[in-house]
DNA sequence: TATTGTTATACTCTATAACTATA
DNA sequence: TATAGTTATAGAGTATAACAATA
């Protein structure tokens, strides 16, 4: 009895956060950048974005994610490029460093999650990569 | 079919903390402060902490904490006090504000929380409980 | 010597408000 | 008018290194 029963589920929740924070966290810092660059360059992996749909990505305000991307773009990660369709607009896309950075980050990050839940049944595991999706939407895409 | 086999196990912790993340900003945003600060001081509700213990709890370095504390001392939140058994250390412990807007914190976010899952039947709730138990260690409490 | 905590310093992160340019 | 993004500013968060005091 390892007194499970104590634990309510939205302090296990908070829990199982505080674990992703972590791992984010030191991922980041064995590739010398921070967690929010982390999170940054993994949103770029499926391709560029817009700022305006960056910052609904990320819950940024556009003034910070400016800033979030110029120190990202003078550490050689990612780069702006213009929009043809909307000259006002600019595309947010990985370097080749920070692509290799993302795809590393994206996997280690995947790695540790899953070894945390290594003695978990597969059958659990599923059941509760099921409820996840039910409680957690979506990030928004498309605004 | 909402198309839940696309969605692997860590990638579903990550959304999750996203959501418990976001969550936890909202609710401090609505109390007027950080989400670091509400961390602080829900790591306070069960009575004083030194600043050692409490960096471990928080994952933070000391001269972090030392910071986080001051600006939450300022604002009336916690106050430092003496460790008669140890004439290094302090105890931080929460105002009576403090405490009055830990309590709210702690409470709206696992309101907040489990309104995400009030879908999910609570069988499934429990079950996942209890395997978040298993994957995410309790946070260090004695170092 | 080790531990507890602070100070000094340098960045990073974030929001609000005001702004420019384009749609 | 609305939207995309930047700039200016101020405050908060964080780490590293050096330090003081106590164990």
Redesign the interface.
């Given at each position: 009895m390892?007194r499970?029963t104590e634990?309510?589920?939205?302090?296990?929740?908070?829990?199982?956060?505080?674990?992703?924070?972590?791992v984010?966290?030191d991922v980041a810092r064995e590739h010398g950048i921070t967690p929010q660059q982390a999170q940054l360059l993994c949103k770029l992996i499926q391709g560029p974005v817009g700022m305006a749909e960056l910052g609904r990505k990320l819950?940024l305000e556009k003034s910070s994610l400016t800033g979030l991307v110029d120190r990202a773009e003078r550490r050689g990660l990612v780069r702006r490029v213009r929009d043809r369709r909307d000259r006002r607009a600019c595309l947010i896309e990985l370097t080749d460093d920070g692509t290799r950075i993302a795809f590393e980050t994206h996997q280690v990050?995947?790695?540790e999650?899953?070894k945390?839940?290594v003695?978990?049944p597969v059958a659990?595991?599923?059941?509760?990569?099921?409820?996840?999706?039910?409680?957690?939407?979506?990030?928004p895409e498309q605004g």
């Open positions: 390892t499970t634990l309510g589920l939205a302090a296990g929740l908070v829990r199982l956060a505080n674990l992703v924070n972590r984010f966290a819950d990050v995947c790695d999650l899953e945390a839940a003695e978990v659990d595991q599923e059941r509760m990569t099921d409820v996840i999706a039910r409680i957690a939407p979506d990030a």
